[in-house]
Structures are given as C-alpha cells and as structure tokens.
C-alpha cells in the first residue's frame, strides 16, 4: 500500500511501465508461451481473458473492453468528438500504443486512467484493450485521473476547478492540492474561485468562449446582475482581458449597499427665559444681533452680527475693553 501511495503526484511513469520495460516480463499466452505487450497491443483479434492474478499487476495484459466501467470521478466533463475520432482511427492502424490503468472491482474492472483511449478504442470497434491492473483505493481515483488530465493538460479551467474543489472537499488542503499537480498554492485558489460564477458563464469558460483571465475579471464585480451584463458586453464586442479587467472596475466591484436611513438628530431645546434675557442683554451691549447655538450636551455656539469692518472693529474693541 505504502509503494502505490508514494507514486501518487510523480507522474504517471511513476505507476506504469513503460513498453519497453513490460517486453522483459512477458505476459503468459493461453498456450503457456510468452505474449509480449508489443504483439498483443497491436492485435485487434488477441484471445480475451481476464488478467492472471498471478502475474505482476505493473505488466500490461489485455482486457475485454465490456468488462470495464468508467472512472466514476473522471474529473474530465467534455471529450471533442472530432478528437476522439482522430484518436480511434489511429488505434484502427497503430493499436492502443499505452495501456490505460484499471483496478479490480469486484468481477469487473474499473477504469483508473485513460478515458479518450478507452472510449476511442470502443469507436474503434475494439474488443480489447491493454491495461495495468492496479491497487488503487477509491479515494485515490480522483487524485490519480486528476494527475494524469492536467500532466496531459487535457483538462479546462472550470474542470479543473471541480476536480480541485473535490480533492478539497476529500480533505485535502491547497498547498497540499497543489504540490499534487505542480501548481502554487493562488492558481489552485483560483480556479476554485471560478465556482462562485454562474452556470451560464462556467459554460462560456469550458467552451472556450471565455478565456480563464476573461473569468477572473468577472469575479472582481460581486454584483450578480451587474456582472452578468458585463460577461454580455464581454462576449458582444470581443473585449480583450487587459479591457474586461478596466471595465470590470469602472462597473465597480462592491456589492450593492443598501440605502440608509439617515440619522435624527435628537432636538435642540429651546431656551429658557433666563438665557434668552441674557442673550438679549449682550445685544443691547453690543447694538448687534446675537444669537445662541447650544447643543445637546451643554455647549454650542455664540453667533455675533456685524455690518461691516468698521462695526467689526467697534465690537471688538468693546470685547477686548478698549472702547472709549
């Protein structure tokens, strides 16, 4: 167990062996003679049968292609039928040149890695398929189809992006996600970001009608409706990213603030006789118009009239007491 789980994350020659090498460890025929891989891959018409149990599980064997199940966490969502297409009719020619990786389920076998062969070997009208019988435990079946699609970059941001949120979802950490694939710790953040967008727009990403830059410019504005008609302004005048990530700040990329009620202030109140006399009293003294601005804590303001500099310096002088 402690062997398969240490090949995890180092490339997929970490867990298969390669053509040349499996040559040296040939697979017993019906008849008892070696059938070396070499053969056998090529041979659309090689005698079906089960692997032998007895035989190393690195060593590729053929397989009945009806025995197989596809991988039920194959990250992978879209497979281009023009490639697969490609892909069978070199099969017709060449033959399944690399085994695809199974395990044991039960009386059957499931498949670990190697869909599009798969699935273009069953285009192809292949009865057979050379695999490598694997232990691998289910929870690993992710990690490993995850490993092999972004080694061959076959995978889309927003796949990725589903394959990464499952491994976190499993357990796993960023940091930990990322030294899995080869990738920093931010790129495996952002491609889980590209969750928080709508079906709509993951749809334009994983058709490619959307580049990854174009959806995180989409994911500055949190307003759902404001960023939806800029993934539409997007797509209608072909914006570049450099002119989706300006305009996704003109849009702003806050989220709508509900409007406030301003603040009452608590009244002021009104003066009581006493303090009215006095501010009179101060009128009279200065022959100006004065007037109180109190607060509500005590204090305020004494607002003072003039009628121009000379009647400013007039009543200065008799604040200061130097009036004649």
Not at 12 to 24: H, T
Not at 145 to 173: C, F, K, M, S
Not at 197 to 219: C, F, P, W, Y
Not at 275 to 284: G, L, N, S, V
């Amino acid at each position: 167990m402690s062997q398969r789980r240490s090949a995890l994350g180092r490339g997929l020659g970490a867990l298969i062996s390669s053509p040349a090498q499996s040559a040296e460890a040939p697979v017993p025929g019906p008849s008892g003679t070696p059938a070396p891989f070499g053969e056998t891959q090529i041979s659309v018409d090689t005698q079906m049968r089960q692997p032998d149990p007895n035989v190393d599980s690195q060593s590729p064997q053929e397989l009945e292609i009806e025995l197989i199940d596809p991988n039920p966490d194959q990250p992978r969502r879209e497979f281009d039928p023009l490639s697969l297409e490609q892909l069978s009719r070199s099969i017709g020619q060449h033959g399944v040149l690399q085994p695809v990786v199974v395990r044991r389920a039960a009386a059957r076998f499931e498949l670990v890695m190697g869909e599009r062969r798969f699935r273009a070997s069953q285009l192809a009208g292949r009865k057979t398929i050379p695999v490598v019988v694997l232990d691998v435990d289910p929870a690993d079946r992710l990690e490993l189809a995850i490993v092999e699609n972004v080694q061959r970059q076959d995978l889309n941001p927003i796949e990725l992006a589903y394959a990464y949120q499952a491994l976190a979802d499993a357990g796993h950490t960023q940091d930990e996600i990322g030294r899995k694939v080869a990738m920093d710790r931010s790129s495996v953040a952002n491609h889980i970001r590209l969750l928080d967008l709508s079906q709509t727009i993951q749809g334009d990403v994983e058709n490619g009608r959307l580049s990854m830059g174009h959806a995180k410019a989409l994911l500055q504005v949190t307003d759902v409706e404001v960023r939806e008609s800029l993934r539409a302004r997007i797509l209608s005048q072909s914006l570049s990213v450099r002119a989706s990530e300006r305009a996704a700040r003109e849009v702003g990329g806050t989220r709508r603030r509900p409007i406030r009620e301003p603040k009452l202030k608590p009244p002021i109140p009104a003066l009581d006789p006493d303090t009215r006399a006095y501010i009179e009293k101060i009128e009279r003294r200065l022959q100006t118009k004065v007037t109180l601005h109190p607060n509500t804590e005590g204090g305020g303001k004494l607002e003072i009239n003039y009628f121009n500099l000379e009647d400013l310096a007039r009543i200065g002088d008799m604040l200061l007491g130097e009036s004649s």
